[in-house]
């Protein structure tokens, strides 16, 4: 290398040193033309020499230009958002940009929340529900939504998610009698033989631990192998802080859809009213209940106005009948009291299982797998068949335990055990002939 080379390595400090004569480096490329010429200026010699040195000098790399710099951060940042966000729907977010004008390279967060929701359970959850569910998750935006139909195994799933991972929507749907009864026996289990409240509304359906179920019938797909027609479980979750009636309307909605991608072929169930899901239904008068299955309850010892009555009475056959009797009014917190007598009406395979816990509980006879009629003072339990499965109806009633002066507890001169079967008997006669049951087993009297 010249003298005249080294210098000019010098001046440049983004020059690469010579590695070997066999194999020389090529130099940098010059930062722009204005630079490649002062360098020329400035080196000893003459311009010919130096333009002999240039033509025998290998060609030079054209410099990048600022849009292909940008061009190069725009491709590397997308790729890594690939990697961070998990959406099913991508592809609209790319519309989401094109809707914003070009403003950014990625739709913004409220943009794909609302893609999300569209396409969230194949487009099924109704207007608001969305909002609703997400705020109980703590108001994250959402980055997954997925929804699988199974049609040989009869299962339809779908989920939510947002950001942070928490799960926003979750339904399992189910039309195989085995996986019905194991998820509705697995739901009781543990539960004292208790089940959840009916859901409001006429929905064929009732609370559980983490959420709500709704069991429609399934005529589409023909009957089971004990000869009985198909029924549909849809179980719906949200996040830990959602109350089940915040689940209602889009449990409702997504029943809807899995009974459509399964086959079913059955009405459509009715959706609560929009605005349903922000506070937890009223009670009623025990005028209200005079001409229902709980009229036993409206014409007994609650008929004052001191007490109110939650009335969850399926309009179709659904799995669970709820009569409830708490005090009016509400507690120190602004809440409705708790109830204090609770009457179920439960139909299906699933309630031998729950009848049998409840008369365990109540330390009654049982015949091996099969509950027998009881009454004790603070339950009563009878049975029946109702379209060819068993039936439980069973009446609960909270005590003082002696120990505190519960005002709402219920006092044996107030309801006697006399009173307790003509109660029970009342509702489970009415339900009985409202569902076309047989077989009504109801306890003596004492």
């Given at each position: 290398m010249s003298e005249e080379e080294q210098r000019r390595g010098e001046r440049e400090p983004g020059a690469i040193p010579e590695q070997s004569e066999a194999t020389p480096e090529p130099e940098r490329a010059p930062e722009s033309r204005g630079e490649a010429a002062s360098g020329t200026e400035s080196a000893t010699g003459s311009e010919s020499e130096s333009a002999a040195s240039e033509s025998k000098a290998e060609p030079k790399a054209e410099p990048e230009t600022e849009d292909e710099r940008r061009e190069r951060w725009r491709l590397a940042r997308e790729a890594d958002d690939r990697r961070r966000r998990r959406t099913r729907i991508a592809a609209w977010c790319g519309v989401g940009v094109l809707l914003l004008g070009g403003a950014g390279w990625i739709a913004e967060p409220f943009v794909q929340d609302r893609l999300i929701t569209s396409d969230a359970c194949d487009g099924a959850l109704p207007d608001g529900t969305m909002d609703t569910l997400r705020a109980g998750a703590g108001e994250a935006y959402l980055t997954e939504s997925e929804a699988e139909s199974d049609d040989d195994l009869g299962r339809y799933t779908c989920k939510v998610v947002n950001e942070e991972g928490t799960r926003v929507l979750s339904v399992h749907a189910w039309t195989r009698r085995d996986d019905i009864d194991r998820r509705l026996i697995r739901e009781v289990t543990g539960r004292s033989g208790v089940p959840g409240e009916a859901l409001s509304g006429g929905l064929p359906g009732f609370r559980t631990s983490v959420g709500v179920a709704l069991l429609p019938e399934c005529p589409g797909r023909g009957k089971d192998a004990a000869g009985q027609q198909r029924q549909l479980l849809v179980e719906v979750r949200g996040a830990l802080q959602v109350k089940w009636y915040q689940l209602a309307r889009a449990g409702a909605a997504v029943a809807n859809k899995a009974s459509e991608k399964l086959g079913c072929d059955t009405d459509p169930l009715p959706l609560p009213a929009k605005g349903s899901e922000k506070h937890e239904p009223e009670a009623v008068s025990a005028a209200r209940a005079a001409d229902t299955a709980c009229a036993a309850l409206a014409q007994g010892p609650f008929r004052s106005g001191d007490w109110s009555f939650d009335l969850r009475i399926p309009k179709r056959s659904g799995p669970v009948t709820t009569c409830l009797v708490r005090p009016s009014g509400r507690d120190g917190n602004g809440r409705a009291h708790a109830p204090v007598v609770r009457l179920y009406g439960v139909y299906g395979q699933w309630s031998q299982e729950?009848?049998?816990?409840?008369?365990?509980?109540?330390?009654?006879?049982?015949?091996?797998?099969?509950?027998?009629?009881?009454?004790?003072?603070?339950?009563?339990?009878?049975?029946?068949?109702?379209?060819?499965?068993?039936?439980?109806?069973?009446?609960?009633?909270?005590?003082?335990?002696?120990?505190?002066?519960?005002?709402?507890?219920?006092?044996?001169?107030?309801?006697?055990?006399?009173r307790m079967r003509a109660i029970l008997a009342s509702f489970a006669k009415k339900e009985s002939a409202r569902r076309d049951c047989t077989e009504l087993r109801l306890p003596a009297a004492d």
């Open positions: 729950m009848m049998l816990e409840a008369a365990n509980r109540s330390g009654a006879p049982t015949a091996g797998t099969v509950p027998r009629k009881w009454l004790t003072d603070e339950r009563a339990g009878a049975t029946a068949r109702c379209g060819g499965r068993p039936a439980g109806f069973l009446l609960g009633v909270d005590r003082p335990d002696g120990e505190s002066d519960e005002p709402q507890a219920v006092s044996t001169e107030r309801l006697s055990r006399e």
